[in-house]
T-cell receptor, first 116, second 115 residues
Framework: DAGVIQSPRHEVTEMGQEVTLRCKPI?????LFWYRQTMMRGLELLIY????????DSGMPEDRFSAKMPNASFSTLKIQPSEPRDSAVYFC??????????????FGPGTRLTVT | GESVGLHLPTLSVQEGDNSIINCAYS??????FIWYKQESGKGPQFIID?????DKRQGQRVTVLLNKTVKHLSLQIAATQPGDSAVYFC??????????????FGTGTRLTVIP
């Protein structure tokens, strides 16, 4: 398995532009997570899905952020309009719930977003 | 102005020595704990996990210890190697009857192995 795939790996955009980050989870995984990592705040959960349905989006910073999961093999995180403070590394992770023994999440390589 | 970021605890060890990385958690209802390793430019990678009904679990060169009384978690790495240099995160998950597996991550500890 190729693991969790994210694209692009790097994104540089100007303030006010729309940014779309993409994720392909590991095949067969039921859960998909979007995280943001910054030096200021560390690793933060933004939103997660179970069977393509958003379960908890309380970590989404504001209405400029939106996430979708149209099918089991694809998810997007969109920022519109982008701002310099959105600059961070965005990780996607997936997991196969196997209660009660493991809640391991598999992370993608991340997308480094720079908003100028 | 100067940006203020997280001040990661750091640990430097000589190659071949054992490393101990500590983590304090705050939620006494947490049921599950996990350690991740993050190398520069990569996503976090699973190392080992432990449930709250255990106090010790061993893997390959790693051991996790859980002390629920003082809400403390530690990761021991035996015979530390240069490839172990990374930031290590502990994460906790509260018990959730719905089966949700939301993990809460700590700020991390940077381990540097000196050859």
């Amino acid at each position: 398995d190729a693991g969790v795939i994210q694209s692009p790996r790097h994104e540089v955009t100007e303030m006010g532009q729309e940014v779309t980050l993409r994720c392909k989870p590991i095949s067969g995984h039921d859960y998909l997570f979007w995280y943001r990592q910054t030096m200021m705040r560390g690793l933060e959960l933004l939103i997660y899905f179970n069977n393509n349905v958003p379960i908890d989006d309380s970590g989404m910073p504001e209405d400029r952020f939106s996430a979708k999961m149209p099918n089991a093999s694809f998810s997007t995180l969109k920022i519109q309009p982008s701002e310099p403070r959105d600059s961070a590394v965005y990780f996607c992770a997936s997991s196969l719930i196997a209660p009660p023994h493991s809640y391991e999440q598999y992370f993608g390589p991340g997308t480094r977003l720079t908003v100028t | 102005g100067e940006s203020v970021g997280l001040h990661l605890p750091t640990l430097s060890v000589q190659e071949g020595d054992n490393s101990i990385i500590n983590c304090a958690y705050s939620n006494s209802a947490s049921d599950y704990f996990i350690w991740y390793k993050q190398e520069s430019g990569k996503g976090p990678q699973f190392i080992i996990d432990i449930r709250s009904n255990m106090d010790k679990r061993q893997g390959q060169r790693v051991t996790v210890l859980l002390n629920k009384t003082v809400k403390h978690l530690s990761l021991q790495i035996a015979a530390t190697q240069p490839g172990d240099s990374a930031v290590y995160f502990c994460a906790e998950a509260p018990f959730d009857q719905t089966g949700a597996n939301n993990l809460f991550f700590g700020t991390g500890t940077r381990l540097t192995v000196i050859p």
